[in-house]
């Protein structure tokens, strides 16, 4: 079965740019969307299919795909940005499919 | 405002069963795609199943094929989850959610608080 894989934890300090990779066999060739899930809420869409942004989510959040892993960017974190983030796929066998989330902490 | 309000949720039995909906207002909800997503206590989101406008087209994902079965009444604006045979595995959150982009670019654009579903004796 298809597999989306995110490393469990990343940490940055606020300012700085925090990079959230997620890893799958010729992920590149398939869109990838994020979601960001903050304690005790719903997830919500950040970036989908690749780079793009929805209306109201924050220019500091950008999406690249390639080769074998899709990367969310946030430029000049902010301490509101710690949560937990979500890579997505469709999988032509499996349909959907998750990454298993990062948290992100901004220390 | 898009508005999606889940329920049905609660303690089951194993073996049991289950009816979840999703009461949707503030979009044309007869033009979109809907999904159902997961989340087990303390765990990932894991897609559960996807519907079309028509219910002439669904997914599930493999490990609730045969057991559940989503649906959807567009008069009322309403998705559903029939869960039977529920198993310890299936404790979880349940999201409702507008998908776009099927299915190569699926998506999940907006979503309810969920409902909680416990599997247990």
């Known amino acids: 079965s298809y597999e989306l894989t995110q490393p469990p934890s990343v940490s940055v300090s606020p300012g700085q740019t925090a990079s959230i990779t997620c890893s799958g066999h010729?992920?590149?060739?398939?869109?990838v969307s994020w979601y960001q899930q903050k304690p005790g809420q719903s997830p919500m869409v950040i970036i989908y299919?690749?780079?793009k942004r929805p209306s109201g989510v924050p220019e500091r959040f950008s999406g690249s795909n390639s080769g074998n892993t899709a990367t969310l960017t946030i430029t000049g974190t902010q301490a509101m940005d710690e949560g937990d983030y979500y890579c997505?796929?469709?999988?032509?066998?499996?349909?959907?499919?998750f990454g298993g989330g990062t948290k992100l902490t901004v220390l | 405002e898009v508005r999606l309000v889940e329920s049905g949720g609660g303690l089951v039995q194993p073996g049991g069963s289950l009816r979840l909906s999703c009461a949707a207002s503030?979009?044309?909800?007869?033009?979109?795609?809907m999904s159902w997503v997961r989340q087990a206590p303390g765990k990932g989101l894991e897609w559960v199943a996807s519907?079309?406008?028509?219910?002439?087209?669904?997914y599930y994902v493999d490990s609730v094929k045969g057991r559940f079965t989503i649906s959807r009444d567009n008069a009322k604006n309403s998705l559903f989850l029939q869960m039977d045979t529920l198993g310890a595995e299936d404790t979880a959150l349940y999201y409702c959610?507008?998908?776009?982009?099927?299915?190569?670019?699926?998506?999940?654009?907006?979503w309810g608080p969920g409902t909680l579903v416990t599997v247990s004796s």
């Open positions: 299919q690749d780079n």
């Open positions: 519907i079309n406008y028509a219910e002439s087209e669904n």
């Open positions: 010729e992920v590149g060739d398939k869109y």
């Open positions: 997505q796929a469709w999988e032509s066998r499996a349909h959907v499919v």
């Open positions: 959610a507008i998908t776009q982009g099927v299915p190569s670019g699926t998506y999940f654009q907006d």
């Open positions: 503030g979009f044309t909800f007869h033009m979109y795609w």
